[in-house]
């Protein structure tokens, strides 16, 4: 059983993804910082309905306590398939952003994509197998205004995720990211009105974690093996 793991994993986007992964037969690590007890339920609930996952916790900006808990996660052997979903939004337009919002969004998005990936990478090329999938954004590619922060640290991954995808290639490892537009979720709900998303978004709605999820799932499965170094988008033709 190839082993998997998501970090945001208890957001409505991760959550999706982790269910996914487990229908498919894979054990979830299903991640969180700050939502630790609703990682605990999605295990559960993955468990229950026949599927292999475990809850961990731990700061993906804390390099030494990120290490830590990716060394315990490897002593059972190594993690094959990697989503890296950790992000957060501190939005401001630009004149008005403070250093902390800049330095906290950039630090989770981008410096937690290293301080995640890196450990994982020389146990992953030993199997000869793996997938990487960096969550990205729309407004890494269009642009968003009061989201320069959040648009740079995805937009870095996109030049990560080509550059690795490269480096790997000849491993039998894929590297990819997807960036989604408008997907239902609290935040989004808060974000855009139903009339904001009709104007927005061709498709007029927003899609489901659910199809961001069959998107993850595909590209980590063994009929993507063809599939790296690509930025996908999956917006409604937004953009």
Known sequence: MKRALVTGGSGAIGAAICRRLAADGRHVYVHANGNV???????????AAGGSARAVTFDVTDRESTAAALQEMLADGPIQILVNNAGIHDDAVMPGMKPAQWSRVIDVSLNGFFNVTQPLLLPMI????????????????????????Y????????GATKTLAVELASRGITVNAVAPGIIASPLAEAAFSKETIERLVPMKRAGSPEEVADLVGFIVSEQASYLSGQIISINGAMI
């Open 37 to 47: 007890q609703r990682a605990d339920r999605l295990a559960a609930e993955i468990a």
């Open 151 to 158: 648009a740079a640290a995805k937009a870095g991954l996109h």
């Open 126 to 149: 030993g199997t000869h197998w793996g997938r990487i999938v960096n969550m990205s954004s729309a407004a890494a590619i269009a642009g968003n205004r009061g989201q320069v922060n």
